[in-house]
Antibody
Framework: EVQLVESGGGLVKPGGSLRLSCAASGFTFSSYSMNWVRQAPGKGLEWVSSISSSSSYIYYADSVKGRFTISRDNAKNSLYLQMNSLRAEDTAVYYC?????????WGQGTTVTVSS | SYVLTQPPSVSVAPGQTARITCGGNNIGSKSVHWYQQKPGQAPVLVVYDDSDRPSGIPERFSGSNSGNTATLTISRVEAGDEADYYCQVWDSSSDHPGVFGGGTKLTVL
C-alpha cells in the first residue's frame, strides 16, 4: 500500500524550531519529487515547499523562505522539513504529498502549534 | 506570483450538476489539478491534468480548462460530495511554483 506518514508536530514557542518527518512506503520514493503543504485552522491549502527526486531542485513559498529547509534521505525513504524562527502564523496542519507532478498521495498530516 | 481565484461557495441540490471555477491568467496554458477535502481529512486528488481522473474517482467528476478559467464539474451530485474543493497548478516560471486556489465549499442542499 502506498503510504505517507508525517510526524514531529507539536507545540512550540514563537522563535522556536521543529523538524517534521514524512515516512514513505509502498512506492519507489527516490523516483518522486515531494511537497509540503500546510493548512491553517479554518483556512485553505497553502503550498510550502517542494524538492525534486535527487534534491537538485528545491523551492519555497515566500512565507517560509529563509526559515524552513526541506530535505530528503532516499536511503531512508524519508522527507523532512526543518522549521526555524517559528511564528504564530505558522500554526497549521502540515501534510507531505507525493508529486507526480500532481499531488496524488497525501499523508494524514501533523499539527504544528506556535504559541507562548 | 500566479494567483488562482475560486468562488468561496457553491450550492446545488442532489442529482443536479455542480460547476466550480478556477480563474487565472491564461490558465488554459497550464495543467490544472483538483482536490477534494472533507472535514478532518487529508485532500484527495479528483482530477489531474485538466480532465483526467485517478483510478477510483467516479466518472461524475470531470474537468475542463480554457482561456482564463478551469472548471471542475460534478454531475448527479450526491450528499457525499459535500466538501471543500481546491484547484492547483505548478507555475514553472516562478521561484515559488506551487499554487493553490483559495478553495470552494460545495454544499449539497
Amino acid at each position: 500500500e502506498v503510504q505517507l506518514v508525517e510526524s514531529g508536530g507539536g507545540l512550540v514557542k514563537p522563535g522556536g524550531s521543529l523538524r517534521l518527518s514524512c515516512a514513505a512506503s509502498g512506492f519507489t520514493f527516490s523516483s518522486y519529487s515531494m511537497n509540503w503543504v500546510r493548512q491553517a485552522p479554518g483556512k485553505g491549502l497553502e503550498w510550502v515547499s517542494s524538492i525534486s527526486s535527487s534534491s537538485s531542485y528545491i523551492y519555497y513559498a515566500d512565507s517560509v523562505k529563509g526559515r524552513f529547509t526541506i530535505s530528503r534521505d532516499n536511503a531512508k525513504n524519508s522527507l523532512y522539513l526543518q522549521m526555524n524562527s517559528l511564528r504564530a502564523e505558522d500554526t497549521a496542519v502540515y501534510y507531505c504529498a507525493r508529486d507526480g507532478p500532481f499531488m496524488d498521495v497525501w499523508g494524514q498530516g501533523t499539527t504544528v502549534t506556535v504559541s507562548s | 506570483s500566479y494567483v488562482l481565484t475560486q468562488p468561496p461557495s457553491v450550492s446545488v441540490a442532489p442529482g443536479q450538476t455542480a460547476r466550480i471555477t478556477c480563474g487565472g491568467n491564461n490558465i488554459g496554458s497550464k495543467s490544472v489539478h483538483w482536490y477534494q477535502q472533507k472535514p478532518g481529512q487529508a485532500p484527495v486528488l479528483v482530477v489531474y491534468d485538466d480532465s483526467d481522473r485517478p483510478s477510483g474517482i467516479p466518472e461524475r467528476f470531470s474537468g475542463s480548462n480554457s482561456g482564463n478559467t478551469a472548471t471542475l464539474t460534478i454531475s448527479r451530485v450526491e450528499a457525499g460530495d459535500e466538501a471543500d474543493y481546491y484547484c492547483q497548478v505548478w507555475d514553472s516560471s516562478s521561484d515559488h511554483p506551487g499554487v493553490f486556489g483559495g478553495g470552494t465549499k460545495l454544499t449539497v442542499l
